[in-house]
């Protein structure tokens, strides 16, 4: 029996719980599911986010880091290019750049004198180049790296462009004041010579902006139009009667074809037709090519064949001058110097390349050639021989050699050459340092504005290290050779040393030599 008055415990709450769960089994899965669908919705708002983030950051970059692609700079549209190699190779992609900028009717946007194996290209007649996206990408970066490690020269600093400029066939403005521009950045902040002290923030909106003008997201319309034309398709021409179009001499064969797998068709194009007016890219505030660098191949050109404009003579007075630029006026008096001062006497050159590239492998034939000359003057002139000697064999490795063998045959041979730490080249680059011709081209974009930049990178932008002008001194003395010049065979400085020569850059010291 039970006991009716016995007292039953009260359960407690938690029991009661329990129970309650027991009796409610979808209870988990609801808790499943709305963790998934809580889980979803942060996902899809993190996705949301990053995308609004990265559209508003190409805003961001077009309005910020180019103000002036919306407002022409007093109807100013600029042209600029990505040279490479070695200063030779950069100074006749300049001409060809001044000839571009001329015809285009562009500023023409200076560069800096890249360091000699910063950029490479490629080959041409084997169609393995950079893509102009590609170099033009990589010459940026290369600029920033000169331009905060205090190594920044611009090529105006270096040739002498004034004549080229004062008869008005083409306007040009230096990189750093086009840059500190178009990129609205203060630019000067980037040359403190602690890098430390530089702002990071600096260097992102450079890269930023140089992304920008590289065509690196394609063109913007009437603000960049970025030339992706390059020598496996394209040949430029200009003021000829052939058709617009039409097939280029020099093809690649079919066994090039087979074994690269290419099928590139290069075809020659008028240049004005195809990027001036009326053209899609003449309505571009910036005009940015990749390499202009060109040179004959196989009955033709590389990539730009234009020798002649007899229609244009405007055009083909600036093709004239252009084919001789001279260096600025300090490097042609330190150049004199030393052959009055340190030679004293009629000499030859001798132009010897025998490190770098295809030229390692002909010493046998670069000496042969010096004594074929050597030999000539021996018997037609007094003794000894004056031999100004340039050369990128360091005189330790002279032993064994043809230059060790007239080094030491001082009865008949006396052989002059220069260091860098010579105070001559020493001296000269301070000066050089000073001076900063490149600046004076800063007055294309006009205004306050303008001139403000000029005066903050004159005061700040001074390089750290001195300029290397060993080159450009040493052309200038085999200029001077009375006596005459040998050079290596296939070397882009002999070709310019021979320039120099033809234009008489020392016309003034040969006739010293004649009064001696």
């Not at 409610?24 to 808790?31: A, D, H, M, T, V």
């Not at 902006?209 to 590289?214: K, P, T």
């Amino acid at each position: 029996m039970f006991n009716l008055n016995k007292t039953i415990p009260t359960p407690k709450l938690w029991s009661k719980k329990k129970s309650q769960q027991r009796r409610s089994p979808f209870f988990f899965l609801s808790l499943f599911l709305l963790s998934l669908l809580f889980l979803f919705f942060l996902t899809f708002t993190s996705i949301l986010k990053s995308l609004f983030s990265s559209s508003s950051s190409k805003i961001t970059a077009l309005s910020l880091q180019s103000p002036h692609c919306e407002i022409r700079i007093s109807g100013e549209k600029f042209l600029w290019y990505a040279p490479h190699s070695g200063f030779s190779n950069q100074l006749s992609e300049f001409k060809n750049a001044l000839l571009m900028a001329g015809i285009l009717n562009r500023t023409l946007i200076i560069p800096p004198i890249l360091s000699h194996h910063a950029i490479a290209l490629g080959s041409c007649p084997k169609f393995r180049v950079q893509s102009p996206k590609e170099i033009r990408v990589s010459v940026w970066d290369h600029v920033i790296e000169l331009i905060t490690s205090g190594r920044y020269v611009s090529m105006a600093d270096i040739i002498d462009i004034s004549s080229v400029l004062s008869s008005s066939h083409v306007r040009a403005i230096d990189f750093r004041v086009f840059v500190s521009s178009w990129c609205g950045l203060d630019l000067d902040l980037a040359c403190c010579k602690e890098s430390n002290t530089q702002p990071t923030y600096l260097v992102d909106s450079l890269k930023q902006c140089g992304s920008l003008l590289s065509g690196v997201d394609g063109n913007i319309d009437r603000c960049l139009f970025a030339v992706d034309d390059d020598c496996r398709t394209t040949v430029w021409t200009y003021g000829n009667d052939e058709a617009d179009g039409a097939l280029d001499s020099f093809q690649p064969d079919e066994q090039l074809k087979k074994k690269k797998k290419i099928s590139y068709v290069r075809r020659r194009r008028g240049v004005y037709k195809t990027l001036g007016p009326g053209s899609k890219a003449d309505s571009a505030t910036v005009l940015a090519f990749g390499t202009l660098f060109t040179a004959p191949y196989k009955g033709s050109e590389l990539y730009i064949d234009i020798q002649k404009a007899p229609r244009d003579s405007k055009i083909q007075s600036l093709i004239k001058k252009i084919e001789f630029l001279p260096f600025v006026p300090e490097i042609i008096s330190a150049g004199k110097q030393f052959a009055v001062q340190t030679v004293k006497a009629p000499f030859l050159c001798a132009q010897l390349r025998l490190l770098d590239g295809q030229f390692k492998n002909h010493w046998e034939a670069t000496f042969s050639g010096l004594k074929q000359k050597l030999d000539s003057l021996s018997q037609t002139g007094s003794r000894p021989i004056h031999v100004f000697v340039m050369t990128d064999l360091p005189q330790g490795n002279w032993t064994g050699n043809y230059l060790g063998d007239l080094a030491k045959d001082s009865t008949n041979f006396k052989l002059y050459f220069m260091n860098e730490e010579d105070s001559l080249v020493t001296e000269t680059a301070k000066k050089l340092a000073l001076a900063r011709h490149g600046l004076r081209f800063g007055s294309s974009l006009g205004g306050i504005e303008s001139t403000d930049t000029v005066a903050k990178l004159q005061k700040h932008c001074a390089p750290h290290i001195l300029p290397d002008i060993l080159l450009f001194i040493e052309e200038t003395i085999c200029s001077c050779g009375s006596l005459g010049f040998f050079g290596t065979a296939g070397s882009a400085i002999a070709d310019n040393i021979e320039i120099m020569r033809k234009f008489g850059s020392c016309s003034n010291q040969r006739e010293d030599h004649k009064m001696m």
